[in-house]
């Protein structure tokens, strides 16, 4: 039987090496011809096509024709030989992050990148850092170690609030910090830390303080045997020697005629009056006018009431008050005391300590907060800028010509610090430092200072009257000078003085180390008058007689500030605080209207880029349109500022009815001088000033359209439309000089 197979082969292999094609089917199909066609079988050539030039296969054909069998060799891989000529020439990779697979052959690839080159760039966000280079497409997102260097705190430090970093898992610490219940530096005499210490930039401070071993009495019995040696701890001195005899008596033995008592630890008798049967002839009577109470001349009592010696008529007793001296009780009538003879009904604010400057100190220390109280203080912990100070160097020039003035060094530094957006703990402290036995002006919060190196040096130079007026005020909660550091107002170069009471030394370190006292002064003289000026600059404080203040560290007493100037061109002002729904002051937020309405003559303004040069600029025209609508219902904040009325009003142009709701314009104004705006209320606090508020909206004048009416956001100068009857904000009013 004939046999007839119809099978054709052409089997075209192609592949693209050394820029060549080749035919790898020739000799095999001409072998297969041959066979057929001596087995009579027709042939029918077949041709196969690959995908694409970058695949590569080997095969075996096979043609049966009867019992034979015809085969076609192996083809060779020659994958690898292109994958090297193209660079991919690695097969393995320790990292485990190989890149750059050949498309011949996915064992070969072109490098190996190092293990940390793993990220899109895009996925490597702050506070992460990405490489500047890459590796496969990829990058590294680290940690720079300059910014965050710690991945441990040593106790009992701890990671800076806000400051970290992760990188594979590991977290990083910008700094490590002490708690901030490590507030106290133990540093004082006799004093220690207690437990463990915790040190920051060379400063090692403490939970608590505690005496050290042996300080542990008060010695309220007889006292103690070395006064200043001492531990001073919550208010309270504690020493490590009291006395245990008072030694009283002096008499080694007891006269005839007179009545003793036996001392036993001084083994001395004490005279206490004529024995029985004796008359009081035994102990002759007393003379000495001091010993009686006659400690002054008539000269220093202030006026006539004054009782005399019958044994030395130019040795009086004062009834009254006597002339300022030092260490003279300073009252808030700002009249003067003897401290042993203070009449019950006068409440002490001071003593004086510089006749000549009319000058005295508090009866006690403060703490930070203006609080009385024995606590150290750095004198910041912030830089700013310090040039309007005098820069004194000279040790002797602090105490004579340079920066002498406490008063106007401390509203220098207040004003700096507030505008720099620091603060300066000690100028801070005395400054809303408050007795309440004041009840006149001159001794009022904001009246106090911080003194000069040469007040100081005063008042070491009179320390011992000045110390002896404060025990005997002990009552009136005053107490005495520490024989430690205070910290002054005299500048020089980034540095502020402090000065040894102890000792009389002048000290010049860094602001930040270590921490001192603070005694605030205050001055009991008549305040000089200060000429006022046109209100011609951003930040001027406005008095009720439409004049400004020349200088915002010194204001004219008999003048009251009433608003601090925000727009010079237009002559605008606003209020020194927030008002409630009845135009009282005080922050309280409101619905600008009770219902809503398109208010007449009050212009819509949808545009958000016209609300401040061309669209509802006018806010006092703003506010009458409000005021005269009766479609809103209650107009709650146009109301509130129409009702306000400050106190010290002079003239017709601050009076109640004057003062309106600002425009949107206005608002962002006084955004752009935020920080001197404020500045300048900080510095009216003692006047009822508050700043404006920072987290809260404020209203406007100017209207979106019926329903909604602008708002203004201080923290950042946003602006928007809200619903009038139902969102509340704060209102501020603004006034036309």
């Known amino acids: 039987m004939r046999k007839q197979l119809a099978i054709g082969l052409s089997l075209l292999l192609l592949t693209a090496l050394g820029g060549e094609w080749r035919n790898f089917s020739h000799e095999s199909r001409s072998s297969a011809s041959q066979k057929i ?134 977290t990083y610490y910008s700094k490590c910090v002490c708690p901030t219940y490590y507030s106290q530096t133990c540093d004082g005499q006799n004093l220690q830390g207690s437990g463990e210490g915790c040190t920051q930039d060379g400063v090692t401070k403490y939970t608590s303080c505690e005496c050290t071993s042996g300080y542990n009495m008060t010695c309220s019995d007889l006292g103690p045997v070395t006064p200043t040696d001492y531990c001073l701890k919550d208010g309270v001195k504690y020493y490590n020697n009291c006395k245990t005899c008072e030694n009283k008596c002096t008499l080694a033995e007891c006269p005839e005629g007179i009545l003793c008592e036996y001392e036993e630890c001084s083994q001395k008798y004490c005279d206490i009056g004529c024995a029985v049967g004796y008359t009081n002839w035994c102990t002759p009577p007393e003379t000495d006018c001091a010993t009686l109470g006659y400690t002054k001349t008539a000269d220093v009592c202030d006026g006539e009431d004054v009782i005399k010696c019958p044994y030395d008529t130019a040795a009086v007793f004062c009834k009254g008050a006597i002339k300022c001296q030092a260490g003279a009780v300073l009252a808030s009538d700002k009249k003067c005391y003897d401290a042993a003879n203070l009449p019950s009904s006068v409440k002490a604010i001071a003593v004086v300590f510089d006749v000549e400057n009319q000058l005295a100190v508090a009866l006690t220390d403060v703490k930070e907060d203006g609080s009385a109280g024995s606590v150290t203080m750095y004198w910041t912990t912030d830089v700013c800028d310090n040039s309007g100070l005098e820069n004194c160097t000279d040790e002797f020039d602090i105490k004579k010509t340079c920066g002498i003035d406490g008063r106007t060094n401390t509203n220098k530094i207040l004003v700096s610090y507030a505008e720099c957006g620091g603060k300066s703990h000690t100028a801070n402290a005395v400054n809303t430092y408050q007795t309440s036995s004041c009840s006149a002006d001159f001794c009022q919060k904001g009246k106090w200072f911080l003194p000069s190196m040469k007040e100081l040096w005063a008042i070491y130079s009179n320390k011992s009257v000045i110390n002896n007026s404060l025990s005997l005020l002990t009552n009136q909660g005053a107490s005495n000078l520490q024989e430690y550091y205070y910290w002054s107002s005299t500048y020089s170069s980034t540095r502020f003085w402090y000065f040894g009471m102890s000792n009389g030394q002048s000290y010049n370190p860094a602001v930040s180390y270590g921490g001192k006292y603070v005694r605030p002064v205050i001055y009991y003289g008549e305040e000089k008058a200060v000429q006022t000026k046109v209100c011609d600059t951003v930040g001027d404080i406005l008095y009720g007689d439409g004049t400004c203040a020349v200088s915002t560290s010194n204001l004219e007493p008999s003048l009251t500030p009433i608003g601090v100037v925000f727009d010079v061109e237009n002559q605008l002002a606003l209020a020194l605080t927030d008002v409630k729904e009845d135009g009282s002051a005080g922050g309280k937020d409101m619905t600008w209207s009770s219902n809503y309405c398109n208010t007449p003559n009050l212009e819509n303004c949808t545009d958000s880029s016209t609300i401040t040069i061309s669209c509802g600029l006018d806010g006092r025209k703003n506010t009458d349109a ?38 949107v314009r206005d608002l962002n104004t006084i955004y752009s001088f935020k920080s001197t705006v404020n500045n300048r209320l900080s510095l009216l606090a003692s006047k009822g000033a508050s700043q404006l508020q920072e987290s809260y909206y404020y209203w406007s004048s100017t209207e979106y359209n019926d329903f909604y009416a602008w708002s203004f956001l201080m923290v950042n100068g946003l602006k928007g439309y809200y619903k009038k009857s139902s969102l509340l904000y704060y209102v501020r009013p603004v006034l036309a000089f």
């Open 37 to 170: 066609h001596n087995s009579e079988i027709s042939f029918q050539s077949i041709d196969l096509q690959l995908p694409n030039r970058f695949s590569f296969q080997t095969a075996s054909v096979s043609f049966i024709t009867g019992g034979d069998a015809l085969t076609f060799p192996e083809f060779p891989d020659i994958s690898p030989e292109q994958c090297k000529n193209l660079g991919f020439s690695l097969t393995t990779c320790t990292s485990g992050n190989p890149s750059g697979t050949c498309p011949y052959n996915s064992a070969y690839f072109k490098e190996c990148c190092d293990a940390r080159y793993k990220y899109d760039k895009s996925a490597c966000t702050y506070p992460n850092t990405v490489s500047g280079d890459s590796c496969g497409g990829k990058f590294m997102c680290y940690c720079d170690r300059s910014l965050y260097p710690e991945t441990k705190c040593a106790s009992p430090m701890v990671a800076e609030s806000g400051g970290s970093c992760v990188e594979d898992g590991v």
């Open 626 to 663: 409000i005021l005269a609508s009766t479609c809103n219902g209650t107009t709650y904040a146009a109301n509130a500022v129409n009702s306000y009325q400050i106190s010290g009003c002079s003239k017709d142009f601050c009076k109640q009815g004057k003062w309106f709701l600002p425009s």
